[in-house]
């Protein structure tokens, strides 16, 4: 009976793996002939794509991060443990040293403080020890096939498609995580196309293992996006009497003497320095009862590289912590 049962599931289950195997493949080269088409009608040369774009098969792996519900949601608080250990602080301040002239000499070109520029890479990717294993180029296929933001992710595509062809880097090293952010600083393909640079001047836009490329490019992208040379992302503030809560809210923008005339100090109590007396929004991630941030233009600018406040916030607090004495 047992051995039956054995014999029977042995023989039914690799059939209903074929079978599952066999139409997603058949859906999967529908999509990929008329993605051909399209990525050929945007300047993809056919020998770039089908060299590309061969053998390839969706990545179930691929799908199922896609797929996942996100965990229970993290805390401002503990996501700061997670995001910026002692550890990631002592590297940050090494690193920083270790590139001060090359980064000095991005920052006199670009007008991005060197210590926002090791943040990122140290948030994004450890300073380069976590790029992601995927290759990209069937990752994004993968994501583009399944359909849940199809057009977002051919556009991805055909721009990834775009830097094999333009042989910014070889197909074996085209690697990025799942979703397909690439390289050191973890570009989307659309990021890289807009704001990667090709520092060292060897005619590749090398962000997955060129250092200066990467800093250019980290600092290009911020400096594309509004940044303010000089200035800081923001501070930690206190609150020396209670304030309407929703007051905290990036839309809502004062100069910082407003905020200091509403009881906003540092976060020893000082009086708030109010020169210059920029722009700042007040931001409270974990609500009235967690800590308060004062957001100037810059943390907004580091919000259109991940709308995140948490993300915002624990970059500005790792450049400041890589700089303090
Ligand atoms: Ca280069």
Known sequence: MTKK??????FTLPLTIMSIGLAHAEEFSVWKNSFRQQALSQGIN????DAAMAGISPIQKVISLDKKQPERKLTFAQYQ????SQARINQGRALYRKHYALLKEIEAKYGVQPQYVIALWGIETSYGNNTGGY???????????????RDFFEDELINALRILQEGHIQQADFKGSWAGAMGQNQFMPSSFKAYAVDYTGDGRRDIWTTLP??????SNYLAK????AGERWGREVALSRNLDPSLADLKITKPLSEWARLGVTTRWGQPLPTEPNLSASLVQPDGPNGSSYLAYNNYKTIMKWNRSTYFATSVGILADAIVAQ
């Open 5 to 10: 049962l054995l014999r029977l599931s042995l």
């Open 46 to 49: 056919a020998q770039v794509f």
């Open 81 to 84: 443990n997670n995001v910026i």
């Open 135 to 149: 290759d990209v180029v069937p990752a994004l296929a993968t994501l583009a096939w399944e359909g849940r933001r």
């Open 213 to 218: 490329d990467v800093f250019a490019s980290t």
């Open 225 to 228: 996006s509004g940044w303010n």
